[in-house]
């Protein structure tokens, strides 16, 4: 069962990755408020962690098809695609000499 939530992602994401667009719009539903306030603490910007949290849910929808998660849940998965598309994010930034400073994780 997902955590915290009494219900699992498993059936959603299997209709989302067979094409059903209602049922990843489910998903976003249940778990994009989560990402989204994961990567605000992270970046300590709403534009940032709302671009985000888009880019987030634009990957998973590209991958659905390859995208399997070990738990009831995808809100870890969500988690650590928004920790990586951080980490890009920053890396980009850096080069570019706009990168502002790092907050500490809450």
């Known amino acids: ?3 915290n939530t009494g219900y699992s992602d ?3 994401w299997r209709a989302a990755a067979a094409g059903e667009h209602a049922a990843f719009g489910q998903l976003f539903d249940r778990h994009a408020g989560a990402v989204y306030n994961y990567l605000y603490r992270r970046t300590a910007g ?3 962690a709302e671009d985000l949290t888009a880019a987030v849910f634009l990957q998973a929808w590209r991958r659905r098809g390859e995208v399997i ?3 009831d849940s995808a ?5 650590r695609a928004g ?6 994010h920053r890396q980009l930034a850096t ?3 706009t990168a502002a ?3 500490r994780p809450s």
């Open 95 to 97: 080069a570019q000499g």
């Open 83 to 88: 920790s990586r598309r951080l980490g890009r």
């Open 101 to 103: 400073p790092r907050q």
């Open 46 to 48: 709403w534009s940032a």
């Open 1 to 3: 069962m997902a955590a």
């Open 10 to 12: 498993t059936a959603p």
């Open 69 to 71: 998660f070990d738990r």
């Open 75 to 79: 809100r870890s998965a969500g988690r």
